[in-house]
C-alpha cells in the first residue's frame, strides 16, 4: 500500500480517504504506522486493503490459507509502535485463542489455540491487527512450503519454484505485499530459507529472545527455536525487535571482525552464484572498513547432523502424540505424509541415555563453534547452498529418510548450526540471479553471531543492503 498525496478532503469519508492506499502492498510497516497515526488511513482501511492484495495474488502463491473476516486487533492499542499494521500468523506456534492452528497437517484439522500467547499478546498490545492464517509444512519440518494439507505455496518472483520453508507462507505473503510483515519462527533455518528465497530480510533471534509459551507440545523445540517475523526491511525488524524482544543487547561497533566461509559445510559443491554473492558482500564489507577473513567450516558437520532426530524430530512426535491424546487419531499415512512416518520410526528408539548423549553433543558443538570463531565477531555465509529451491524435493512426500536428509544437506548446509548453539542469524537480501533456470531469483547471504548481538547483526545487514554508504 503506497500514500497517495493529500486530497483536497484530508477528513473526507472513509471511501476518499482510501483512495490514498493504492494496493500495490509497497509500504514497510513502519511506513503503515505513520499513515495510521497521521489519521490518512485507518486500520479498518489497511486491512481492507490487504485482503483485497490477498484476493488478487494469493490464487497464484498459496501463502495464504485463512483469512479472518475480522482481524483480531486491540481498539485501545491504536496509537502502540505498531499501530494498523497487518500481520498474517503462521499456521504453527503463537497463536490467538480460538484461532484455527492446523500445522499444516490432515491430523491437526480442526485443532484451535486455547490461550492467546505471549507474543501474540505483545503484538496487539503494540496495535497489530492479524489478518489471517499463512501456509507451512506438516509440523514445520521442511525447508519448502509444500503439503497434502493445503498444497505447495509458489515464490512470488517466480512461481516453478518453492517459496522455501517452513516460513514460507509468510514469507511469499510478505514478498507479495499481502501484509508487511508475517509471524515466522525458526528451528533449523526456517525464518532464513524463506527469507532468501523470497528477498527478505529474515531474522532468527538468540534463544529465549522472543517469548514462544503457546499450548503446543513442542514449545521452543527444547531450545533450538526462535520466533520471530519476515520483514522487507532493517527497519521493520528493528521495530519488531523492540515490540517483542527481552534482555539485554550487545552495543554496536564502528567496525567489525568479520569471518567468511563459502566452502558447502556438507561438502558438495554450492552454486557458484551464491558464492559470489558472498564474496561480493566480504569486499563491500572490507571496502567498508571492517576487517574480513576467510575461514574454514566452524562445524563438524556429521557431528552435527547426528543430532537431527534427538533435537528436531523428537519435537515433531510429540505435536503427534499430543494430537493423538486430543483427538484419538493414531499417525498413518492418510493422516501424516510420509516423511512424518519417517521421523516417527527414527525418533521412537531413543532413550533417556539417548538424549543425555545428545545434550553433551550440543554442548560440545557450541563448544567448538565458539572456539573456531573466537576471533570474530560476525560468521558471514550464504543462506542457502543452492539459488533456488526446486518444488517437490524436500517436502514431505519424499519416502526416504536417507534421501530426504541428502537433499536437506545440500540446499541448507548453513542454518541449522546456529539453533543449536541458540546464536542470532540473519539472512539478508544481496543479489539475484542471471544464470539460466534461475533468472531473477533472489539471493540472501546470512550473518551469525554470539548471543546477545541482534543489534550487531541488523547493523551490518543494513550496511549490506545500502551498498556500503553508511551514510545511506
Given amino acids: ?225 526462535s520466533e520471530f517475523v519476515v520483514t522487507k526491511t532493517v527497519t521493520d525488524a528493528k521495530l519488531l525487535l523492540d515490540v517483542l524482544g527481552d534482555g539485554q543487547y550487545l552495543p554496536t561497533k564502528r567496525r567489525y571482525s568479520i569471518g567468511v566461509s563459502t566452502d558447502h559445510w556438507a561438502g558438495v559443491a554450492p552454486d557458484s552464484e551464491v558464492v559470489a554473492t558472498t564474496e561480493a558482500v566480504s569486499q563491500l564489507l572490507t571496502d567498508a572498513g571492517h576487517s574480513v577473513d576467510t575461514i574454514s567450516p566452524p562445524v563438524n558437520y556429521e557431528q552435527l547432523m547426528s543430532t537431527w532426530h534427538g533435537l528436531f524430530s523428537r519435537w515433531v512426535a510429540a505435536e503427534v502424540d499430543q494430537l493423538t491424546a486430543q483427538t484419538g487419531l493414531l499417525p498413518s499415512i492418510e493422516v501424516v505424509e510420509p516423511m512424518t512416518l519417517a521421523a516417527l520410526e527414527a525418533v521412537r528408539p531413543l532413550e533417556p541415555v539417548d538424549l543425555l548423549e545428545l545434550e553433551r553433543r550440543k554442548v560440545a558443538i557450541e563448544r567448538r563453534l565458539k572456539t573456531e570463531t573466537i576471533l570474530y565477531d560476525i560468521v558471514l555465509t550464504p543462506t542457502l547452498g543452492r539459488v533456488a529451491i526446486p518444488l517437490d524435493h524436500v517436502s514431505g512426500q519424499v519416502t526416504s529418510m536417507d534421501d530426504y536428509l541428502q537433499r536437506n544437506d545440500e540446499l541448507f548446509p548453513y542454518n541449522y548450526l546456529f539453533n543449536v548453539a541458540r546464536w542470532p542469524s540473519i539472512s539478508v537480501p544481496a543479489g539475484t540471479s542471471s544464470a539460466a533456470g534461475t533468472e531473477g531469483m533472489p539471493i540472501g547471504v546470512q550473518l551469525s553471531a554470539r548471543p546477545e548481538s541482534e543489534h550487531q547483526l541488523l547493523d551490518l545487514a543494513q550496511l549490506i543492503i545500502d551498498g556500503g554508504n553508511e551514510a545511506a
Wanted: hydrophobic share 35%.
Fill in 1 to 225: 500500500m503506497t500514500a497517495k498525496p493529500p486530497s483536497n478532503e484530508p477528513n473526507g469519508p472513509a471511501e476518499h480517504r482510501a483512495d490514498r492506499a493504492i494496493v500495490d502492498g509497497t509500504d514497510d510497516a513502519t511506513t503503515i504506522v505513520r499513515l495510521v497515526k497521521s489519521g490518512e488511513l485507518s486500520p479498518s482501511e489497511i486491512a481492507t486493503a490487504a485482503e483485497q492484495r490477498c484476493s488478487s495474488v494469493n490464487g497464484r502463491i498459496n501463502a495464504v490459507v485463512e483469512w479472518y473476516s475480522e482481524p483480531d486487533r486491540l481498539e485501545s492499542a491504536a496509537d502502540g509502535p505498531l499501530a494498523g499494521v497487518p500481520i498474517v500468523a503462521k499456521d504453527y506456534g503463537s497463536a490467538v485463542e480460538g484461532r484455527l492452528v492446523e500445522m499444516g497437517s490432515r491430523m491437526a484439522e480442526g485443532n484451535r489455540a486455547k490461550t492467546t500467547a505471549a507474543y501474540m499478546h505483545r503484538l496487539l498490545r503494540a496495535g497489530a491487527q492479524i489478518v489471517g492464517r499463512s501456509a507451512t509444512p506438516e509440523f514445520i519440518q521442511h525447508g519448502t512450503t509444500e503439503s497434502a494439507r493445503f498444497g505447495a505455496t509458489r515464490n512470488p518472483h517466480r512461481t516453478d519454484f518453492s517459496a522455501g520453508g517452513s516460513s514460507g507462507g509468510a514469507a511469499a505473503a510478505v514478498a507479495a505485499g499481502i501484509a508487511p510483515i508475517a509471524h515466522a519462527s525458526d528451528c533449523a533455518g526456517s525464518i532464513r530459507i524463506p527469507a532468501a528465497t523470497n528477498g527478505l530480510v529474515g531474522l532468527k533471534p538468540g534463544g529465549g529472545r522472543v517469548p514462544w509459551t503457546n499450548t503446543s507440545a513442542a514449545s521452543d523445540w527444547g531450545g533450538i527455536a
